[in-house]
């Protein structure tokens, strides 16, 4: 396009940052970043949010960083999708306190979405920081932002990990808090957390999960109630 002297425009440039983006061509999104730049073409929020992906995905995310941050002194405002390609890429670099202090700045500029709470909560479960995640959960509850089906299924598997009975215990409870925000649980779900509590030595809350399940329609066709 830019050998037949044809005006290319924002979108664009966008665009093929992104196919660069989607392939894994680090160096050619950057090059064409830098060219529409040369060619006194002002990139758009997207157009960042693009090459923040690409950075993120390669494992750049220092790189990823200060992007982000150029965007800030250039006076762009990011929105939710560059909060969350960001805080995505912090969490998969292991890099879990800068993911919760820029949580904290999308406040500023946007609210988080549940994207944003559900990526930091199973990342600190995959890591094994059950109590972290727990906060993590119980701030996005105080929230406008509420928990999703996603949302309780990450944290119940994870109180199975360690096999501990308080641990087990949370997951009864969640498991409650999930039917009463009208969320319908799979059978395995209900079935994981009930053999668990049996396990543990907790007969009394398995029988008041079993009567839930029962209520919900999840009893396996064998228990009869």
Known sequence: MKKRKIDIDVVSYTTVVHGF???????????VFD???GA??????ATYNALIQVLCKKDCVENA????EEMLRK???PNATTYN???RGLC???KMDMAIEYMDKMKDDCDPTIQT?????????????IEKALVVFEKMSGETCLPNLDTYNILISAMFVRKKSDDLLIAGKLLIEMVDRGFLPRKFTFNRVLNGLMLTGNQGFAQEILRLQSKCGRLPRHVKL
Do not use: Q
């Not at 709470?117 to 920081?129: A, H, K, S």
């Open 21 to 31: 983006g989607v392939a894994g061509e680090v160096e050619k999104a950057r090059k």
């Open 35 to 37: 060219e529409m730049i």
């Open 40 to 45: 006194g073409v002002l990139p758009s929020v």
């Open 65 to 68: 960083v200060l992007m982000f």
């Open 75 to 77: 006076g762009y405002v």
């Open 85 to 87: 390609v960001l805080i």
């Open 92 to 94: 998969h670099a292991g």
């Open 117 to 129: 709470y559900n990526v930091v909560i199973r990342y600190y479960c995959d890591d094994g920081e």
